[in-house]
């Protein structure tokens, strides 16, 4: 981003923390600002194992009843779309009582679908957030003898845009991002993160009854599966590189149907045993790939001597593109071992052509 110092390559990723950490700095200076009359910044807050990190405010403001406190978020070097955002707490003194009340404000969701650790009609706020909010009102309130009833409405300006880049949309989260974070901390390029997201939205396909999911590579994927099985967004997964992380969870937790769509390059890596189909984690095996195409009757040289993934298929036609449906699903099986899942497998061209269908 402009203004930032560029990390230098022998550098070690930033960490940076998630919107719950920021979200309960802002709550702990505006609940003590509101005790106090005085807004803390730096605030300083706990986190659930134990760190006590310090954030600066972005804003303050206060009056009768009630104070707000801004903490704008930092995701280290992670590529989080929330990375930069103002993430704004304001706390109103309750009646006697209530507890602790949670409230989404602009740019945060609400949950309107089962499935996901907070239920329907619910701030869109998770539950280890919410648990280290209500910690930080509760030391508070000891610390100044008081009752600790207090209403907090966590805010987002520009959280209903930024939703649009995440998987808030198809999980039944409506209005804007999800208030996140197990530990507060953000570890950059997560790929527990991305893996996570895959269990919950399998979580949610099942709570809504789904009988077919489909899991992409990427966008043109998943376009045309959902568009050629006319399935709900809700039942559509962000697998990515992450096939192994999707099926090993469906074992567990089983839908009746799944279809994974992808393109060649990643799905030849699917039917070659490949469960991680990041080009930096897997590679096309060409050797077995000319092994295929000889089997099929093509000659096997220029396969083996392509430089790409695409450059045999160009060779080969769309029988191989067949040979490699088969070889995924048959991956997929494995993985699945017995758990009551039927599987398909699409392998779509760049420009949206369905090449094979193996069911």
Same mark, same amino acid.
């Given at each position: 981003m402009d203004g930032e110092p560029k990390r230098k390559p022998d550098q070690p990723l930033r960490s940076g923390f998630t919107t719950g950490a920021c979200a309960t700095a802002g709550v702990t200076a505006a609940y003590a600002a509101l005790l106090t009359g005085e807004f803390v910044d730096p605030v300083r807050i706990c986190l659930p194992k134990g760190q006590t990190p310090e954030f600066p405010l972005e804003d303050t403001a206060r009056g009768a009843g009630w104070a707000r406190a801004a903490v704008r978020k930092d995701a280290g070097d992670d590529p989080d779309v929330t990375h930069r955002a103002v993430i704004v707490s304001t706390v109103r003194l309750a009646q006697p009582g209530a507890g602790v009340v949670f409230k989404a404000g602009e740019g945060v969701g609400a949950v309107t679908k089962p499935g996901l650790p907070i239920p329907p009609g619910e701030p869109a706020i998770n539950p280890v957030p919410r648990q280290m909010m209500r910690d930080a009102v509760a030391r508070l309130a000891a610390e100044h003898d008081a009752a600790g009833d207090v209403e907090i409405e966590i805010s987002v300006p520009n959280g209903r845009a930024l939703a649009q880049k995440t998987w808030n949309p198809r999980l039944g989260i409506e209005g804007g991002i999800s208030i996140?974070?197990?530990?507060?901390?953000?570890?950059?390029? %997560?790929?527990?993160?991305? &893996?996570?997201?895959?269990? =919950?939205?399998?979580?949610?396909? =099942?709570?809504?009854?789904?009988?077919?999911?489909?899991? %992409?590579?990427?966008?043109?994927?998943?376009? &045309?599966?959902?568009?050629?099985?006319?399935?709900?967004?809700?039942?559509?997964?962000?697998?990515?590189?992450?096939?192994?992380?999707?099926?090993?969870?469906?074992?567990?937790?089983?839908?009746? =149907?799944?279809?994974?769509?992808?393109?060649?390059?990643?799905?030849?890596?699917? %039917? #070659?045993?490949?469960?991680?189909?990041?080009?930096?984690? %897997? #590679?096309?095996?060409?050797? =077995?790939?000319?092994?295929?195409?000889?089997a099929l009757g093509f000659d096997p040289t220029p396969v083996r001597h392509a430089n790409t993934a695409k450059q045999a298929l160009e060779l080969t036609g769309e029988a191989l593109a067949d040979a490699v449906a088969a070889g995924a699903r048959d991956t997929a099986s494995k993985v699945l071992q017995d758990a009551p899942v039927a599987v398909d497998v699409l392998v779509v061209s760049r420009d949206g052509r369905i090449l094979a269908h193996c069911a």
């Open positions: 996140l974070g197990t530990t507060g901390i953000v570890r950059p390029f %997560s790929c527990a993160a991305w &893996i996570a997201s895959i269990h =919950r939205g399998i979580d949610v396909a =099942r709570a809504n009854g789904a009988r077919h999911v489909a899991g %992409s590579t990427g966008a043109t994927s998943e376009r &045309i599966a959902q568009a050629h099985f006319g399935l709900p967004d809700w039942a559509m997964l962000d697998m990515g590189d992450f096939a192994g992380g999707m099926l090993k969870y469906l074992r567990a937790h089983p839908v009746d =149907r799944l279809t994974i769509a992808g393109g060649f390059g990643k799905l030849t890596k699917l %039917s #070659q045993g490949a469960l991680d189909l990041h080009s930096g984690r %897997s #590679q096309v095996d060409f050797e =077995r790939l000319a092994a295929t195409a000889g």
